[in-house]
């Protein structure tokens, strides 16, 4: 007979007398990492439907290349890229490599939001903000835009999430996305006026010469709207963290494509996707770091 007794994330297994501990965190994790995987090919989808305008849910997902509805052996997620060698079935057209690379992206950091959290609720604040991170990522790399699904419909998620068991607290979790999004509109203020007075206009993208107008100002209304989802996550520590870790990378990466790629100072950078690390880095270790950064002015 087969006794299972779950007890403080542990179960205990009898079968004929013989004992084992089987630990729920640690099966937790697996599937956890096992669901990041799904989800990353489920975000793959929204990343090019999206911005489209088209729906996530209808029709099937099909190769772009001759049409033909991807059938679900060929879709699990990194493995069918794999064993099809990054081509179609039916046409062989090329599959890029971003597809597994946002699967496997994900399903690592959800794996390792369940090794931080625990079999616990927390785990699904980490996962969704998570989710929309890696959206903001692919999309801001690769269409200079961060969705308002993301950034806006993210700070209502954020908000509601806090008031899960273990969560921030609503007040918190407002005032903070508040703040992030008021501290990012001030950037912004203060960079367009600096800009005008000196007379500097950004150089609109290749692609993106018709919505030239977007690009001044020197942070994106995007930018605005995710400061204000990430702050709805994090909350004032962990968000203080995320912000500066983003302007250090993006000021690092920014000068070694000025040096190493021949990037001019007044083209573009999506800064989204430093936010989007910003906002991983602090939502591991943002409590740590704060601490270390409170003793240092100690």
């Not at 039916?90 to 939001?113: D, H, Q, R, W």
């Not at 806006?152 to 999430?161: K, P, Q, R, T």
């Not at 018709?210 to 690009?215: L, N, P």
């Not at 690092?252 to 800064?271: E, L, Q």
Request: proline content about 5%; some cysteine; overall charge neutral.
């Amino acid at each position: 007979m087969l006794i299972i007794l779950t007890l403080y994330g542990t179960a205990q297994v009898s079968h004929e007398g013989r004992y084992c501990i089987i630990n729920i965190d640690n099966i937790f994790t697996v599937f956890a990492g096992l669901f990041g995987l799904s989800i990353g090919s489920f975000l793959n989808v929204v990343v090019w439907r999206v911005p489209l305008g088209r729906s996530i849910v209808s029709p099937p997902s099909a190769c772009p290349g001759c049409g033909k509805e991807i059938e679900p052996v060929d879709n699990i997620p990194v493995v069918s890229y794999l064993l099809l060698r990054g081509k179609c079935r039916n046409c062989s057209m090329k599959i890029s490599v971003k597809y597994p690379i946002t699967e496997l992206v994900t399903g690592i950091l959800f794996t390792l939001a369940a090794l931080h959290t625990g079999y616990s609720l927390p785990f699904i604040s980490y996962a969704v903000l998570i989710a929309l991170m890696v959206v903001v990522v692919r999309t801001d790399l690769e269409q200079f835009i961060i969705l308002d699904e993301v950034s806006v419909g993210g700070a209502v998620a954020g908000i509601l999430l806090a008031l899960l068991p273990g969560g921030l607290g609503i007040l918190t979790s407002l005032i903070t996305a508040v703040a992030g999004a008021l501290f990012f509109l001030l950037i912004r203020a203060g960079a367009s006026i600096y800009l005008k007075k000196k007379n500097i206009r950004t150089e609109a993208p290749e692609g993106f010469e018709d919505e030239e107008e977007e690009f001044q100002g020197g942070m994106g209304w995007g930018d605005i709207k995710l400061a204000a989802c990430i702050g709805a996550f994090l909350g004032p520590a962990s968000t203080v963290i995320a912000f500066f870790a983003a302007f250090i990378l993006g000021a690092i990466s920014g000068g070694a494509m000025m040096v190493f790629g021949g990037k001019k100072r007044n083209t573009p950078i999506p800064f989204g996707p430093f936010m989007a690390v910003g906002a991983a880095l602090a939502l591991f270790y943002g409590e740590p770091l704060w601490n270390v950064y409170m003793n240092l002015l100690g």
